[in-house]
């Protein structure tokens, strides 16, 4: 097993172990460089559910810095929820597209857009999708409804946002330019009415995101407890998935594919990164671990090569050690360096 001392292998690799506390890294900071959805920032962004806030750094942490921009909030001390172009209610992800700054404010039911990255506190947000306006947050569905967002992925100018609640993905063939503009594709439901939750070739159970590894969309489908392959980006909805991780078919949904812990199976796999498209790194939060696929799978069902937070493939182990992980919820990679953060606290 190999240990999350800092270096694991030529990888620099992000774990972050609370749900509600995410991070993108982007960009050129001095020697280190974060690259994430193919696009480089000289920005650290956080995201606080619980703090209901963003917080922007301008070059990469080093101790115990502070933040240098907060969003979300009017100053760095408040926590409050709100429902403006200002305010946030419960953020879960932040990207950039290395212009615009995107986040998925999770209980307001909307992504906010801000058309250049923030420099002020507090900063409004330019555009809004899921509402048609700043100052609405409904639970909606159809092409231009959201139901509490979560992950958002940019990829080949396109904008992808996971719809939790109403278990599907929503794409934009262009990067939107107005308030509430309606997605173009929609995978995980048979029609953009759709809202219900199943196990199918087409069907999600509340998924928590998604990834792109330059030719191949992922999709962590958490509550079916699998990992679906589209070997190219869809182009219409209800566009059925290629490959399934996790299940021995793709009608197959429960934990550890129906057995005890093991290398195909997964229980919750709430994150996925790929590593320049030639590795690919689950986080299986349940079992406590972190897999890793030696080459980018070609095939459904096809079992992990090796773990990170376990002495073997069929340990599942809770704990606190250099060794181990404690339900795991996070990770990025920048293809470049490797090392895993696990932040104080959690």
């Known amino acids: 097993m190999?240990?999350?001392?800092?270096?694991?292998?030529?990888?620099?690799?992000?774990?972050?172990?609370?749900?509600?506390?995410?991070?993108?890294?982007?960009?050129?900071?001095?020697?280190?460089?974060?690259?994430?959805?193919?696009?480089?920032?000289?920005?650290?962004?956080?995201?606080?559910?619980s703090n209901n806030r963003v917080l922007i750094f301008q070059s990469f942490p080093v101790g115990n810095q502070s933040a240098d921009i907060v969003l979300g909030q009017s100053t760095m001390t408040t926590s409050g929820t709100g429902l403006s172009a200002s305010t946030l209610n419960g953020p879960i992800s932040a990207v950039s597209d290395g212009q615009r700054l995107y986040v998925s404010d999770f209980s307001n039911n909307r992504v906010l857009i801000w058309n250049s990255i923030p420099t002020q506190n507090g900063q409004p947000a330019d555009l809004v999708l899921g509402?048609?306006?700043?100052?609405?947050?409904?639970?909606?569905?159809?092409?231009?409804?959201?139901?509490?967002?979560?992950?958002?992925?940019i990829a080949q100018n396109k904008l992808f946002v996971t719809d939790y609640e109403n278990s599907r993905v929503l794409i934009w063939n262009s990067l939107p330019t107005q308030n509430q503009q309606p997605a173009d594709v929609v995978v995980g439901q048979t029609t953009m009415a759709g809202v219900a939750s199943a196990g199918t070739r087409v069907r999600f159970n509340h998924p928590t995101g998604t990834a792109f590894d330059g030719q191949r969309l992922y999709v962590r489908d958490r509550l079916n407890n699998r990992i679906l392959i589209w070997n190219s980006l869809p182009t219409v909805s209800q566009q059925a998935a290629d490959l399934v991780l996790g299940q021995s078919n793709f009608s197959s949904i429960t934990a550890n594919a129906g057995t005890t812990v093991n290398a195909l199976g997964f229980d919750n796999p709430i994150a996925l990164t790929s590593v320049d498209g030639?590795?690919?790194?689950?986080?299986?939060?349940?079992?406590?671990?972190?897999?890793?696929?030696?080459?980018?799978?070609s095939q459904s069902s096809q079992s992990a090569d090796a773990v990170i937070g376990q002495v073997n493939l069929t340990s599942k182990v809770a704990g606190t050690t250099a060794q181990n992980f404690s339900v795991p919820t996070e990770i990025y990679s920048n293809g470049l360096e490797s090392g895993v953060w696990r932040p104080s606290g959690y």
């Open 2 to 49: 190999a240990y999350p001392d800092f270096v694991l292998e030529k990888f620099r690799i992000f774990l972050f172990l609370s749900f509600y506390s995410l991070a993108v890294f982007q960009a050129s900071c001095g020697a280190i460089k974060y690259n994430v959805n193919g696009i480089k920032s000289p920005y650290f962004v956080v995201t606080e559910f």
């Open 278 to 297: 030639k590795r690919l790194m689950a986080v299986d939060a349940n079992n406590n671990r972190l897999l890793i696929w030696n080459s980018i799978p």
């Open 131 to 153: 509402q048609p306006n700043m100052t609405t947050g409904t639970i909606g569905g159809g092409s231009q409804g959201l139901q509490t967002p979560v992950g958002i992925t």
